[in-house]
């Protein structure tokens, strides 16, 4: 295999790995070669991108390495993700991530016992989005999907960990004379 070759497949493996990245063990093993052959590769690769008029970039964290956008570029990612073309939330997509940040790990179906209608188009957005991800299956017949947030919930509303989300209110007495209780209030923990 050429070292072209060899730099494309480790470009590829950096892709797919994402946001979670991919260790120089991982990378001996999958491209089968020496940890110092890797290791060479890698910074070829990291050298290449630096030194050129690219979008992108190879960095380090915490002992795995990631394919980045520059950091120069950030201004123009702002403006996609702001753009009119790239919408909000709907009202029923916000209540269902309400939801699930505050009760995750949790099912479709327990979602929609509390909003009391489907959450299939919902779940779609969130997940499309990458605020929310399947976490596990639950136990017992049928083992649903569980969902929870993700770093990208996490960063969107600016929290370092989902303890940060404030404290749910207990609705007032008047609010619940009038059927117009919290959307939280009474859940089972």
């Not at 390495?65 to 939330?89: A, C, D, M, W």
């Not at 499309?128 to 509303?157: H, M, N, P, Q, S």
């Not at 007495?173 to 009474?186: I, K, S």
């Amino acid at each position: 295999m050429s070292k072209n070759q060899t730099q494309g497949i480790l470009e590829a493996l950096l892709f797919a790995a994402g946001d979670e990245g991919i260790s120089i063990q991982q990378i001996t093993n999958v491209i089968e070669t020496t940890e110092l052959e890797a290791t060479n590769i890698l910074e070829n690769l990291k050298e290449q991108y630096s030194n050129a008029d690219r979008g992108l970039t190879i960095i380090e964290v915490g002992g795995v390495f990631q394919l980045v956008t520059k950091k120069e570029h950030s201004i123009y990612l702002k403006r996609l993700v702001e753009s009119p073309g790239n919408g909000g939330l709907s009202q029923a997509s916000l209540e269902t991530l309400a939801i699930i940040a505050y009760k995750q790990p949790i099912t479709r179906t327990e979602i929609e016992d509390i909003r009391g209608v489907k959450t299939d188009r919902a779940l779609q957005t969130l997940m499309a989005k990458a605020l929310i991800k399947e976490v596990g299956r639950a136990e017992g017949t049928g083992r649903a999907r569980l969902y929870g947030t993700t770093k990208e919930f996490l960063d969107c509303f600016g929290l370092k960990t989902i303890e940060e989300l404030p404290p749910l209110e207990e609705p007032n007495e008047d609010a619940l004379e009038q059927g117009e209780a919290d959307l939280f209030f009474g859940l089972p923990n």
